[in-house]
C-alpha cells in the first residue's frame, strides 16, 4: 500500500509561480514512475507531467516550457514546480504513482487528496 500526499498549492496572480510537492510513503518510492493530474469540476483527470524512475520527464503540451517536474527519492518526494501561470492551469493538482512505458503513463490507484492552485488577479 503507497500512500501519497500533496501541498504547496494556493491563490496566486497570473504570471507568478507555485511549486507543488508530494510526499510518498514506503520504501520503494524509487522503482515507481510518479505523475501530477489536475481536475477541474466536472471534467477528466488531465495528466500534466510524469517522471520516470530513471528521472526522465514528460510534459503535457499545456505546460511544456513552464512546468517542471522533479523527483528526491531520499526524500520520497515529487515535486511540480510551476511558472508563468495562466487562470487556465486553476484545478485541483493530483499526485499519483504508476509505471512508464517510453511516452506513456499508466496510473496505479493511488491517489492523494489534490491541492488547490488558483490563478487570478
Known amino acids: 500500500q503507497v500512500q501519497v500526499a500533496e501541498s504547496g498549492g494556493g491563490l496566486v496572480e497570473p504570471g507568478g509561480s507555485l511549486r507543488l510537492s508530494c510526499a510518498a510513503s514506503g520504501s520503494m518510492f524509487s522503482i515507481y514512475a510518479m505523475g501530477w493530474y489536475r481536475q477541474a469540476p466536472g471534467t477528466q483527470r488531465e495528466l500534466v507531467a510524469f517522471i520516470t524512475n530513471g528521472g526522465r520527464s514528460n510534459y503535457a503540451d499545456s505546460v511544456k516550457g513552464r512546468f517542471a517536474i522533479s523527483r528526491d527519492n531520499a526524500k520520497n518526494t515529487v515535486y511540480l514546480q510551476m511558472n508563468s501561470l495562466k487562470p487556465a492551469d486553476t484545478d485541483v493538482y493530483y499526485c499519483?504513482?504508476?509505471?512508464?512505458?517510453?511516452?506513456?503513463?499508466?496510473?496505479?490507484?493511488?491517489w492523494g487528496q489534490g491541492t488547490q492552485v488558483t490563478v487570478s488577479s
Open positions: 499519483n504513482v504508476g509505471a512508464s512505458y517510453g511516452d506513456d503513463y499508466r496510473p496505479f490507484d493511488y
